[in-house]
């Protein structure tokens, strides 16, 4: 128990006596204090510092594709839905667009391509001998923990519920590498679902085409003929269009600035936590042999 003032009880510890513990101690205090900020100073000098690179993106609108085919669905009977054509479903782009920058087979395609599992697990690679560090071929680095690392640590994606901006920020230890990284993901997410909308509308199209030569009836060849043309349009339109998901609103820079570590917060946490447990130390110490 500690009191601000004297006491006659014997297993109190006064203020003042605390006091003089401290005072008594000053020179340990001293020395592990200067050796937290030294540990500290040497923390921040030697960890790998990170970089993030961002890109400012705007999801594409759906150009107002579905707004023709919806009303269309009443004058074909689920031909439509038959055929796997959106008849609805606005902004289905744009959850599309997302999941796909975020997806798992993005990301094995872009390590793949890249060859990065030697660069993102770089401690478990000999560049010199072109091989593993490893014994046993279990422990070698697959495309699943490259995901695994993506998805925790290097690749963050946010949508401002606002607005519907979308972010995404790569983090590495090369900034020319997290810029280049981050430009090419959207440019891969581009051009992955670029070619999805042409396949699927060569698909639908061949369907319709077969569906306008079973069918006679004036009505529903009227519908097909302008289901196609939507069709038609939105090929067309996919095959122009490089920024089908995502319109670049401002493109990846190199950053000049690490985000981590903040070497003055882990300097000043060094000293700080130094002083305390130094402080702590003499104070459990004193008063258990004064006892």
Request: negative net charge; hydrophobic residues 45%.
């Amino acid at each position: 128990m500690i009191t601000p003032g004297n006491t006659s009880g014997s297993s109190e510890v006064t203020l003042t006596e605390i006091g003089g513990l401290l005072l008594g101690g000053k020179w340990w205090i001293l020395a592990s204090t200067l050796l937290g900020l030294a540990l500290g100073l040497v923390w921040a000098l030697t960890a790998t510092p990170i970089y993030r690179a961002e890109v400012l993106l705007a999801p594409t609108s759906e150009r107002g594709q579905s707004g023709g085919i919806s009303g269309l669905g009443g004058q074909l009977g689920g031909l439509a839905s038959l055929a796997g054509m959106s008849i609805g479903g606005a902004g289905g782009r744009e959850v599309e667009a997302v999941a796909t920058l975020e997806s798992r087979a993005l990301t094995d395609q872009f390590v793949s391509d890249e060859k990065l599992l030697p660069v993102l697990f770089g401690d478990q690679w000999d560049a010199k001998q072109n091989q593993w560090l490893v014994d046993d071929p279990a422990q070698v680095p697959t495309l699943w923990d490259a995901n695994k690392l993506f998805a925790n640590k290097i690749r963050t994606v946010e949508q401002d519920g606002a607005t519907g901006l979308v972010t995404l920020s790569i983090e590495w230890k090369d900034p020319e590498q997290a810029a280049r990284w981050a430009s090419e993901l959207v440019s891969r997410t581009n051009e992955r679902m670029r070619n999805r909308a042409i396949s699927s509308a060569e698909k639908n199209l061949a369907y319709l085409k077969r569906q306008l030569e079973q069918n006679s009836i004036a009505e529903i060849r009227t519908a097909i003929y302008k289901l196609i043309e939507s069709e038609l349009k939105t090929s067309m339109l996919a095959q122009g269009d490089e920024e089908y998901a995502f319109r670049v609103l401002d493109p990846a820079v190199v950053p000049q600035e690490p985000v981590r570590p903040q070497k003055k917060v882990i300097v000043l946490l060094g000293l700080v936590l130094g002083f305390m447990l130094s402080s702590f130390a003499v104070m459990v110490v004193g008063i258990s042999r004064r006892r």
